[in-house]
């Protein structure tokens, strides 16, 4: 049996109007997941993953390692993976497509295997996306690239080499990369400027684990030591604090009461903060995050996303959702991407007042009633923030799109109707 479903995908019906009250489980990090089971190329012998979590960018994950060579299989609540037989000698056309979703393939390929051939990743609908701060990075590693056509090679001969790596931007993608192109460099790597982001802290603990030396973890300050071997470990990929901070908000739009178990609350205070300054009252329990919406739905006035420990930007899309709806105006700064408010229109035609001033910006007027409409996802957290409208709006939503909220929610419907809410896919 394949140990990667395929899974249909459909449409999400939904009907409005009710308050979601229990309690569920916060699946595991996608975000956290994904550099990790990049990472298992670094590791001899095989790492089982628990809580890693059944979703579409994993599935795509796992079949490229297994294109390259890899052996995965799913035991009980999580994966296993062993990447002995990891070669990148004619690389698999749907390795070369894959590796533009999965970016962190990059280092960890060229510590492994010397060479790598990827298609030049475009921009999607959030951004541009560019890899610019990853190619110095590796280039100042050792790494040669060249461009052929529409793919890029890189190459490093003599193997990597650890350097001082300064980024001017903490970007996540390009600290991981890093990350694993120096856990089995010769000698030293240092990254100033990190991203601090709690995935990233993730895949530190994993990389330790398998026997690399890594210090600073968390902060913006990494010290890499190269070894010369890792060996597999077993690791719990941590909670999704976007996916438990979409049932957050999710539950403060709805006026509701519910327990996200396991919840990693330590890395969600930027988002428990804009909720409780919206209405919802919170509490961090041993089972989780209890939080519970009471009296009026108010404005927060201001969100300014950040890199961490800020305001993340892939809350923004759901936070705007439930602020077209909160009593008075608020005001948006989207600061990481520049073309983040795709949702905005799916909004509007529900009824939201939404403005947008700049590519960056946009305000909403919102104490009104969104009313069910068709409305379709261009990407994965705008899909979720439909999701999160429907739930808030008076009558029938059908969300189409719903690939992409697949490729980060486990179960978004399973999840909402254990909380009570009127919703399903076909
Ligand atoms: C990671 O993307 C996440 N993806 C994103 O989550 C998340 O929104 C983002 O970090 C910020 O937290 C994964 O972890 C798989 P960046 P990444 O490099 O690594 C610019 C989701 O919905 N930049 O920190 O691509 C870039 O254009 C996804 O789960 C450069 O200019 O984020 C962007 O404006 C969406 N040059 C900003 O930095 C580079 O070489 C942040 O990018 C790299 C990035």
């Given amino acids: ?80 993976v062993s990447t002995g037989s990891i070669t990148t000698r004619d690389m698999p056309s749907d390795a070369i497509t894959g590796m533009r979703s999965s970016l962190c393939l990059l280092g960890a390929l060229l510590a492994r295997c010397g060479s790598i051939v990827m298609e030049y990743p475009g921009g999607c609908v959030i951004g541009k996306r560019p890899i610019d701060l990853h190619l110095q990075a590796l280039e100042r590693m050792g790494v040669r690239f060249w461009q052929e056509g529409d793919k890029i090679c890189g190459q490093a001969p003599e193997g990597l080499s650890g350097a001082v790596i300064s980024l001017p931007f903490p970007s996540v993608g390009a600290t991981e990369n890093i990350l694993l192109a120096a856990v089995t460099a010769r000698g030293c790597t240092r990254i100033e400027g990190a991203a601090r982001e709690p995935e990233v802290e993730a895949l530190c603990r994993y990389l330790n684990a398998c026997g690399a030396r890594i210090e600073g973890v968390g902060a913006s300050c990494l010290e890499i030591r190269g070894v010369r071997r890792l060996h597999g470990a077993a690791y719990r990929i941590p909670a999704d604090r976007i996916v438990a901070g979409t049932y957050l908000y999710a539950a403060l739009g709805t006026r509701g009461c519910v327990l996200l178990e396991q919840a990693p609350c330590r890395q969600m205070h930027a988002v428990i903060h804009m909720a409780e300054r919206m209405g919802a009252v ?87 009633c969104l009313r069910g409409e068709r409305v379709k996802a261009a990407e994965l957290r705008g899909g979720a923030a439909l999701v999160v409208a429907g739930l808030m709006a008076e009558g029938e939503t059908t969300v189409t799109g719903c690939e992409y909220i697949e490729r980060g929610y486990e179960n978004i419907c399973k999840d909402l109707r254990e909380l009570g809410a009127r919703i399903y896919s076909v």
């Fill in 1 to 80: 049996m394949s140990a990667i479903p395929q899974k249909a995908t459909g449409e999400i019906h939904i009907r409005g109007g009710v308050r979601l009250q229990g309690k569920v489980k916060v699946q595991g990090s996608k975000n956290a997941a994904l550099p990790i089971l990049a990472a298992t190329i670094l590791a001899e012998g095989e790492s089982c993953l628990k809580d890693c979590p059944k979703i579409s960018d994993v599935y795509r994950m796992l079949r490229l390692l297994q294109s390259l060579g890899g052996h995965v299989r799913w035991e009980g609540e999580g994966v296993c």
């Fill in 282 to 368: 919170c509490h961090v329990t041993e089972e989780g995050l209890y939080v519970q919406s009471v009296g009026e739905l108010v404005s927060p006035g201001l969100i300014r996303t950040g890199v961490y420990p800020g305001f993340p930007t892939d809350m923004q899309s759901v936070a705007l959702a439930v602020c077209a709806v909160a009593a008075g105006e608020t005001r948006i700064e989207e600061r990481i991407f520049e073309n983040r408010f795709r949702v905005a229109e799916p909004l509007r035609q529900m009824g939201a007042d939404i403005r947008q001033d700049s590519p960056c910006s946009l305000w909403t007027q919102g104490g009104r």
